[in-house]
């Protein structure tokens, strides 16, 4: 079955620290991987898109990694800011249609 | 540029009620999705649609029903609802365009259901 499973659940720093939230994934065939930021009560906006050949892609502070021999993708954000808090959510898509799995996230805390 | 707009946020409904979640966008957009959001999962796709006139069934189509009669409009019905149907419903969007799965998803405010 086809998943994607993001560690940990939740994770607390403080500002202007680095951290690095996970993705472990099984789908196939392979089509891309996404990171959605999604703060309290809003949808879930989208951070970075990797396909298969790409191995890093930043968005500012953010920096999406992807090895697709191990199906594994990280998001490393660096000097955390407040407005960082929020759930990450990593979304995996195949190929050849339209089926897009979603992880259940990673709430992140960032306190002052 | 609106993006998408989902109505209403919030609604309570008791058990066997129906209602319509709206959803709305202003992108041209041929994919059109519903999700709903449960606590401590990911967001699981409802049905979806690929244009006017074309629907299809998604991971828990189960107690919904939908519509594409337009580009822009893509309604959630809810036939009668049921205590686990509580949850946060979520409409997106994604130009075919580039091809497949590859185009960002859009995604609504959502819209927060409670069924007593």
């Known amino acids: 079955k086809n998943q994607v499973e993001q560690s940990p659940q939740s994770l607390i720093i403080l500002e202007g620290k680095n951290c690095t939230l996970q993705?472990?994934?099984?789908?196939?065939?392979?089509?891309?991987l996404r990171w959605y930021k999604q703060d309290t009560g809003r949808g879930p906006v989208s951070l970075t898109i990797m396909t298969f050949s790409e191995n890093t892609k930043s968005n500012g502070r953010y920096t999406a990694t992807l090895d697709a021999d191990t199906k594994q993708s990280s998001l490393h954000i660096t000097a955390s800011q407040l407005s960082d808090s929020a759930s990450y959510i990593c979304?995996?898509?195949?190929?050849?249609?339209?089926?897009?799995?979603f992880g259940a996230g990673t709430r992140l805390f960032v306190k002052a | 540029n609106a993006g998408v707009t989902q109505t209403p946020k919030f609604q309570v409904l008791k058990t066997g009620q129906s209602m319509t979640l709206q959803c709305a966008q202003d992108m041209n957009h041929e994919y059109m999705s519903w999700y709903r959001q449960d606590p401590g999962m990911g967001l699981r796709l409802i049905h979806y649609?690929?244009?006017?006139?074309?629907?299809d069934q998604g991971e828990v189509p189960n107690g919904y029903n939908v519509s594409r009669s337009t580009t822009e409009d893509f309604p959630l019905r809810l036939l009668s609802a049921a205590p686990s149907q509580t949850s946060v419903y979520f409409c997106a969007s994604r130009s075919l365009l580039a091809g497949g799965n590859t185009g960002e998803l859009f995604f609504g405010e959502g819209s927060r259901l409670t069924v007593l």
């Open positions: 649609s690929v244009g006017a006139g074309i629907t």
């Open positions: 979304v995996v898509s195949e190929t050849g249609g339209f089926k897009t799995i």
């Open positions: 993705c472990n994934y099984t789908v196939s065939p392979f089509s891309n």
